[in-house]
């Protein structure tokens, strides 16, 4: 057997697994005199808006390669999820769909727990458009009280160009601009978000001139791994390790752990959350 063969049966014997998981009645369909469990093809073919000829000969493994197009009216017909819906791409052509743009529906307490498990590291997670929805104890003391904080106001950028305090804390401001905003253009065009930043970019564009600068250069970089040096509440400085991660199964989401580089960063960081702690509990 061939390779495209070979790829056209896992097409097939995938799109019949997943027609015969779903519920007839569920999505107004008539229960009478079916045999086999699911929807039949010319029921699958409907909801796709395709030939039920040509959906047969798909599940049969001879309709050829279809388009993106029509996998993505096939993964809406078979009620699919973002996974399945990737799968399918993978078996049908190779490669993934292309991303699409979802505003973030927030963190689950699961994925807040992940955060607060973690005392001394200071961690948040932030969407494609860099807005921070979720952060741990640690970095509310190192980083910022995002609680404090006007949800739009959660935004790296708005925060890196925007607040003076920002600016004064980082050891050489004018390479971390530069990072966060190739890292950030990379970021959006990945998640397919080119659109849905335009305005904050023409915010940020006439609000400061070094962004429009940077914006212009359109240098692109991975968010990965790195250093970074802060200044903390009493002038002295603190350097982190920080790591990006990719949510499983959340595309719009990642996180972002810094951790202490040394000993001494480790004991700075726990006396900084113990003060504002005692802060929070003074009368």
């Not at 469990?37 to 039920?52: I, M």
């Not at 798909?58 to 819906?85: F, N």
């Not at 078996?91 to 769909?97: N, S, V």
Request: glycine letters at 6%.
């Amino acid at each position: 057997m061939t390779a495209s063969a070979v790829e056209a049966h896992s097409l097939g014997a995938y799109l019949r697994d997943r027609r015969e998981k779903l519920d007839p009645a569920a999505l107004g369909f008539e229960l009478t005199r079916r045999r086999t469990p699911g929807l039949r093809r010319e029921e699958v073919a409907q909801r796709a808006h395709v030939s039920a000829t040509w959906y047969t000969w798909l599940e049969q493994g001879r309709g050829g390669a279809p388009s993106a197009d029509v996998l993505d009216r096939l993964a809406r017909a078979l009620m699919l999820t973002e996974v399945e819906r990737e799968h399918l791409f993978l078996i049908a052509l190779g490669r993934p769909p292309e991303v699409r743009y979802r505003e973030a529906e927030g963190v689950t307490p699961r994925l807040q727990r992940a955060l607060d498990a973690l005392p001394l590291s200071p961690a948040l997670i932030k969407t494609s458009t860099w807005d921070i929805v979720a952060w741990n104890r640690a970095a509310e003391a190192v980083l910022t009280d995002y609680g404090a904080l006007a949800p739009h106001q959660r935004n790296v950028l708005r925060m890196m160009f925007c607040e003076p305090q920002a600016r004064e804390r980082q050891l050489d401001w004018e390479s971390v601009a530069r990072f966060v905003v190739s890292t950030f253009r990379a970021d959006t065009v990945r998640a397919g978000a080119g659109d849905a930043v335009k305005a904050l970019v023409d915010e940020l564009s006439r609000a400061s001139p070094e962004f429009e600068r940077l914006w212009r250069d359109n240098d692109v970089r991975s968010h990965g791994h790195g250093v970074k040096t802060l200044r903390d509440a009493d002038g002295g400085w603190l350097s982190m390790e920080f790591s990006a991660f990719a949510v499983d199964g959340r595309p719009d989401l990642a996180m972002v752990i810094y951790n202490p580089a040394t000993p001494a960063d480790a004991e700075r960081i726990r006396a900084l959350i113990a003060a504002r702690e005692g802060r929070a509990g003074a009368p």
